[in-house]
C-alpha cells in the first residue's frame, strides 16, 4: 500500500514535470516566432526607408541636390541614419557635404543629439558617428562626457567624433589621454588623431618637456606613429636622456637632420637596440659622410646592428649604386661585405 | 532604362549601398550596369558573357579577390583588352600596386570622391580611347 502511494506521487511529480516542461518548450516557441515576426517587420519597414530615401541620398550624392524633402518619418529614422553614416564613410570630397546638408535640412542634428543622451547603446555610438560626420559643435559636451566613459568602444567613437567636431581642441584633450591610456593601441590612437595632424604636433611639443620618463616612449611613439616632425630640442632631450626606452622611442620618431649629432654619437651606445635604431635613424637623416660611420656597424657583434646599418646605407640619399658596389669591394670583413650583399639584393627584388 | 546600344560597365562590388550608389551614377551619364556582388559571380559572368565597356572591380570581394578577377580578365581572350578601374582602400599602397601589376589600368582610392570616379570612367569610354 505504501509502494502503490509513492509510486502515485512519483507518476503524479513526473507528470507535473512534463507539463511543465511542454508549456515552457510551448512559450519558448511563442516567442521565437514573435521574434521572428517583429524582425521581419521591421527588415520590410527598414527595406521600405530605403527604398523611399536612397534615390534621393545618391541624387544628393552626384550634385543634383532635391529642391524638397519628404518628411523623415518616425520609423525610418535609424535605418535612414545607418544608410547615412554608411554612405558617408565610403565617400569623400563635395559627397559629404551634400549628405550633411540633407542631414540638417532634415533635423538629423537634433535628433542625433538626442539619441546620443537617451538611446541604447547601438543607437549613441551611430548618433556619435553621425556628429562627427556633421561637425556638429552642439554635440561637444555630450561627446566629452562620452568619452570619459569606461567601455573602450563607445570612448573610441566619441573621440573619433570629437577630433572631427574640432581638431585642435580635440587634440588638446586627446593627446594627454592617449599617453595615459595604454591599453589603446598605437594604431587607434593614430588613426583618431590623423584628423588633427598639426594640432596633435603642438600639443605633445607642449607636453613633452613636462613628462616623466614613464610617459615619454609612449608619447614619442604616438609621435612616430603619426609621422610628425617634432622640434630638434624636445627630440634632442629625449635622445640624451639616459633612458634606454625613451632614447630608442626618440630615435624612431628621427626625421629632420636636426638631430644628427645625437644619433652619430648613438651609434657607439653600449646597448644594441640602441644602436639599432641610431643606425635606421642615421639612414633616414644621414649624410654622405654617415656612411663611413655606418660602415664600422657592419661589424658589429650583432646581426640586426649589421642589417640595419646595411639597410641603412642603401637609404642614404647621397649613395648611388655604384658607389655602393665600390663601397662594398673596399670591405675587408667578410661578414660585413655579406651584410652589404643581402641588403642590396633585398633591395632590388623589392 | 538605358538605350541598347550604351556602353556596358559590369560593377563587381558587395557593399550593397556602395554598388547602388555606383549603379545610380553611371546609369545618370547613360552607361547600362551589370551588378556582380561577389568574386565568384563575377568569375561565372566573365567566362559565359561577352566583354563589357569596363569593368569596375572592388579588390575586397567574398570568394574570389579583385586581383584574381583582373588576372582571369586578362587571360580570357575575349575580355582581354577591357579597361578595368579598381577601387582600393586608403592608406594600401600595397594593394594599388599589385592592383596595376595585376593588369588593372586605373584605380580609385575608397573613400571615393563620386565626380573623380566617373571622371576616370569617362576618360575610358570616351568615343576613340
Known amino acids: 500500500m505504501t509502494l502503490a502511494t509513492q509510486s502515485d506521487t512519483f507518476i503524479a511529480a513526473a507528470l507535473w514535470t512534463g507539463f511543465a516542461a511542454l508549456l515552457l518548450t510551448l512559450l519558448l516557441g511563442l516567442q521565437i516566432i514573435g521574434m521572428r515576426l517583429m524582425l521581419r517587420r521591421r527588415q520590410r519597414s527598414d527595406a521600405r526607408a530605403l527604398a523611399r530615401w536612397r534615390p534621393l541620398l545618391n541624387a544628393a550624392i552626384v550634385g543634383e541636390m532635391p529642391d524638397s524633402l519628404p518628411p523623415l518619418r518616425r520609423a525610418e529614422r535609424l535605418p535612414f541614419l545607418r544608410l547615412w553614416a554608411h554612405l558617408q564613410g565610403s565617400l569623400r570630397g563635395e559627397a559629404n557635404e551634400a549628405l550633411n546638408e540633407v542631414a540638417r535640412r532634415l533635423g538629423i542634428d537634433a535628433y542625433a543629439r538626442g539619441l546620443l543622451v537617451r538611446g541604447n547603446r547601438p543607437a549613441r555610438l551611430l548618433s556619435a558617428l553621425v556628429l562627427g560626420h556633421l561637425h556638429d559643435r552642439e554635440a561637444w559636451p555630450a561627446l566629452l562626457r562620452m568619452a570619459e566613459q569606461p567601455d573602450n568602444t563607445v570612448a573610441l567613437t566619441a573621440l573619433w567624433a570629437l577630433v572631427r567636431v574640432d581638431p585642435p581642441a580635440a587634440a588638446d584633450y586627446m593627446v594627454p589621454l592617449f599617453i595615459a591610456r595604454e591599453e589603446w593601441a598605437l594604431s587607434l590612437a593614430a588613426g583618431i588623431l590623423q584628423q588633427a595632424t598639426e594640432p596633435a604636433a603642438a600639443a605633445l611639443t607642449r607636453l613633452l618637456p613636462q613628462l616623466g620618463e614613464d610617459k615619454l616612449p609612449r608619447a614619442l611613439r604616438i609621435a612616430e606613429a603619426l609621422h610628425l616632425a617634432l622640434p630638434g630640442a624636445v627630440l634632442g632631450a629625449a635622445l640624451r636622456s639616459p633612458s634606454m626606452p625613451v632614447v630608442i622611442a626618440g630615435l624612431r620618431g628621427v626625421r629632420t637632420p636636426e638631430t644628427l649629432p645625437e644619433v652619430r654619437a648613438l651609434l657607439a651606445h653600449a646597448d644594441w637596440q640602441v644602436r639599432v635604431q641610431a643606425a635606421r635613424a642615421l639612414g633616414r637623416v644621414g649624410e654622405r659622410a654617415d656612411a663611413e660611420r655606418l660602415v664600422q656597424l657592419l661589424g658589429d657583434r650583432e646581426w640586426w646592428v649589421r642589417y640595419r646599418a646595411a639597410e641603412a646605407l642603401l637609404e642614404l640619399p647621397a649613395l648611388s649604386r655604384a658607389d655602393l658596389d665600390v663601397l662594398r669591394a673596399s670591405l675587408t670583413d667578410r661578414f660585413a661585405a655579406d651584410m652589404l650583399s643581402q641588403a642590396m639584393a633585398e633591395s632590388a627584388n623589392k | ?129
Open chain 2, 1 to 129: 532604362m538605358q538605350p541598347e546600344s550604351a556602353p556596358v560597365v559590369l560593377v563587381v562590388e558587395d557593399d550593397e549601398h556602395i554598388s547602388q550608389v555606383l549603379r545610380f551614377m553611371l546609369e545618370r551619364q547613360g552607361y547600362q550596369v551589370v551588378h556582380m556582388a561577389d568574386g565568384r559571380a563575377a568569375s561565372s559572368h566573365i567566362a559565359a558573357s561577352n566583354p563589357p565597356a569596363l569593368v569596375l572591380l572592388d579588390v575586397m570581394l567574398p570568394y574570389v579577390d579583385g586581383f584574381e578577377i583582373v588576372q582571369l580578365i586578362r587571360a580570357q581572350e575575349n575580355w582581354r583588352d577591357v579597361p578595368v578601374l579598381m577601387l582600393t582602400a586608403k592608406n594600401t599602397e600595397r594593394d594599388t600596386v599589385r592592383a596595376l601589376d595585376a593588369g588593372a589600368n586605373d584605380f580609385v582610392i575608397k573613400p571615393f570622391q563620386p565626380q573623380e570616379l566617373l571622371a576616370r570612367v569617362r576618360r575610358f569610354l570616351r568615343p576613340g580611347a
